[in-house]
């Protein structure tokens, strides 16, 4: 009997260790996708209660969850815009919220648009599969409230900016699960004739039971985005503050353009765990979903087609453009030790999309992928490997990515990552079609990449972390003009060098983010450097009961080239010379008291003795200051 009680007493201090390591690493994976910071342990109600008063201002307050599982955490925090998240440290952006950002040129890694289907909407949306899930005891809720005001001497006077989101997240019979998330902005645009309505409703309702080995999810997201600008379009003369009275709204002839994107996604989850004994654990998953997108165009004023080029000069019923994607995307696959040391995975995914370009250019394609993956979890080291082999328009492709971390005698960890691919242009990018005819045919070859990182992070304060990065493109697809796509006869390298330091001595803190990128040859116009410099101050109010912090910023920029942006396909292309903008200066404070989270900020005062804006995305001045205002509660009930 002693030794009975021993063996299970080293079983269950093994089976708590184990748990830990599961929470720590499900809390890793959480801070990675949702940018939080969280404590490695699950709280009780009365630690929860304090934590939520005392959590440092950019740290997420946890909300808490039903015991027990690791998968039982999750949290949220309301993005202020409803575009997916984007922390890049330039400003090659269009300024209007909602617009597309040239991604390719600011983030660590290109989006090269690899894939099937018409992937310029993805600045806009998210799937399912990305939206959180709140898993709660009790009754959880949030509402965030945002109010932009764009002091401008603009024709439209005050440019304001509304954001809200609300969110829902209710527990039945402790394992049944119901989120429910709206988030909404309405705008009047920071250019003439620019109007903004984007939403999106996202629902999810969940089975899991810690007793079971079944568990079921079921999920649905609608969006629906309206965007009125001028599309990129080049405003019809020069933007001088003499003669409009202006610096940002830009009189244009596309004041009837008009971008709408819609879509529709419902989801369904299953899996099955087939053996609890078993130190494997072995789970069989299967997912299925439905997705329905359309993306429109239109400029319905005739006198407007001499901006698009010679192609529509003869077009006087105006231009429309549309695009519609459905697919039904398949998943079923084998987990081995899920949120384990050592995890495995293998799955086969298997979709069907039927694309449709402007009524007139239609296709079926059947994409299948086999899917395999393997990460080792040693100590604080870190090893996965992925493989990924698919069959799309009669090409085989695939894609191997390797990635690690180790920790060096405490002094610094080192990190790397290492991916080839074989992959197919999307179809966005081989055809285009405008007023039911085809303005593009692009035979499009194979694209190859190789992309390899290596990182070092310092565990002493006072040294910078640090990353290099290159990346080789073969057969890159890149614009030279709106009207001219092409793919290159060449190898593209891609150079990138980011530094980053956050320092904190008591009450003072700085943060410094430097990125520069090197494209050779430059064909796309990517070469670009930016920083970012913040200087913050913390203290308390109210015996220490109310933290707050204040904090001002400035923002370089240099690139390389110019970049013009194309409405109807989506495409930014290099134009003019280098562009030197800044420096850029913000203020902004923050406070947290109990469940009520504030933030004002102001932006872009740099405008009030720099009247002459740049335009880093030519017909885009940067917007002069801007004030916001936000307020976010939360309510665990």
């Known amino acids: 009997m002693p030794m009975e009680r021993a063996s299970k007493k080293s079983s269950s201090l093994r089976m708590n260790k184990t ?17 939080a910071q969280l404590p490695g342990s699950i709280p009780d109600s009365a630690v929860l209660a304090r934590q939520r008063v005392s959590d440092s201002l950019r740290a997420i307050p946890l909300k808490l969850i039903s015991s027990g599982d690791y998968r039982d955490i999750r949290t949220l925090d309301s993005n202020e815009f409803v575009i997916r998240s984007y922390n890049a440290f330039g400003k090659s952006f269009l300024n209007n919220i909602g617009s597309p950002v040239n991604q390719e040129r600011e983030t660590n890694g290109f989006m090269p648009m690899l894939n ?15 939206r959180p899930f709140i898993r709660s005891n009790k009754t959880y809720s949030e509402l965030m409230v945002s109010e932009g005001l764009f002091f401008s001497n603009s024709t439209t006077g005050l440019i304001d900016n509304l954001n809200a989101s609300a969110v829902v997240a209710k527990n039945f019979s402790n394992h049944i699960d119901l989120n429910v998330i709206y988030d909404r902005i309405n705008q009047k645009g920071i250019y003439q004739n620019s109007r903004n309505l984007l939403g999106r409703l996202s629902a999810g309702l969940q089975y899991r039971n810690p007793q079971s080995r079944w568990s079921y999810g079921f999920y649905y997201v609608n969006h629906l985005f309206r965007i009125e600008n001028n599309g990129g379009i080049v405003d019809d003369s020069l933007l001088f503050s003499s003669r409009f009275q202006v610096r940002e709204a830009i009189p244009v002839y596309t004041d009837r353009a008009r971008t709408d994107i819609r879509g529709n996604q419902y989801r369904g989850v299953v899996s099955w765990l087939i053996s609890t004994s078993s130190g494997l654990r072995p789970e069989v998953f299967a997912e299925a979903d439905y997705q329905n997108w359309y993306n429109t165009f239109s400029d319905q004023r005739t006198g407007s087609q001499t901006l698009y080029g010679a192609s529509f000069r003869m077009d006087s019923n105006g231009l429309l453009r549309t695009m519609a994607m459905y697919s039904t995307p398949i998943v079923a696959g084998l987990r081995m030790n899920p949120g384990q040391q050592t995890e495995a995975e293998i799955s086969y995914h298997y979709t069907f999309n039927h694309l449709i370009e402007d009524s007139t250019y239609r296709t079926d394609l059947n994409v299948s992928v086999w899917h395999a993956g393997l990460h080792w979890n040693r100590g604080s080291g870190t090893i996965g490997l992925v493989a990924d082999i698919k069959s799309q328009q009669s090409q085989g492709l695939y894609r191997f990515t ?19 691919a074989n992959d197919l242009a999307s179809i966005m990018q081989q055809h285009l079609y405008v007023n039911k005819r085809s303005i593009r045919v692009l035979d499009a070859q194979k694209i190859q990449t190789l992309d390899l990182s290596a990182g070092l992070h310092f565990n002493n304060k006072y040294l910078p972390s640090l990353t290099l990065g290159w990346t080789q493109f073969n057969k890159l697809i890149y614009a030279t003009a709106p009207d001219s796509i092409r793919q290159s006869d060449q190898d593209i390298r891609r150079f990138n060098i980011v530094l980053t330091e956050d320092f904190q001595w008591r009450f003072l803190g700085t943060t410094h983010r430097f990125r520069w990128i090197r494209v050779a040859p430059d064909l796309p116009g990517w070469s670009a450097w930016y920083s970012h410099h913040e200087v913050y101050f913390l203290f308390n109010l109210a015996r220490r009961s109310i933290p707050m912090k204040i904090a001002g910023y400035v923002d ?11 409405a109807l396909s989506g495409f930014f292309y290099p134009v003019g010379g280098i562009i030197k903008a800044g420096p850029f200066v913000g203020l902004s404070a923050e406070a947290q008291v109990a469940d009520l989270r504030f933030v004002f900020s102001v932006d872009h005062l740099d405008s009030l003795w720099n009247p002459q ?19 976010l509660w939360r309510f665990l009930n």
Do not use: C, M
């Open 402 to 420: 390797v990635e690690g971390s180790q920790p060096l005698r405490k002094i610094l960890k080192f990190q790397w990552h290492a991916t080839i």
């Open 116 to 130: 099937y289907g018409y992937h310029n909407q993805d600045f806009f949306t998210q799937l399912a599969q990305e």
């Open 556 to 566: 370089l920029v240099q690139s390389g080239k110019q970049n013009g942006y194309d």
């Open 19 to 35: 748990a830990r390591l599961a929470i720590t690493i499900f809390f890793f994976l959480g801070d990675f996708l949702l940018n």
């Open 613 to 631: 804006r740049p335009q880093i995305i030519r017909g885009y001045p940067q917007y002069d200051y801007s004030l916001r205002i936000r307020l």
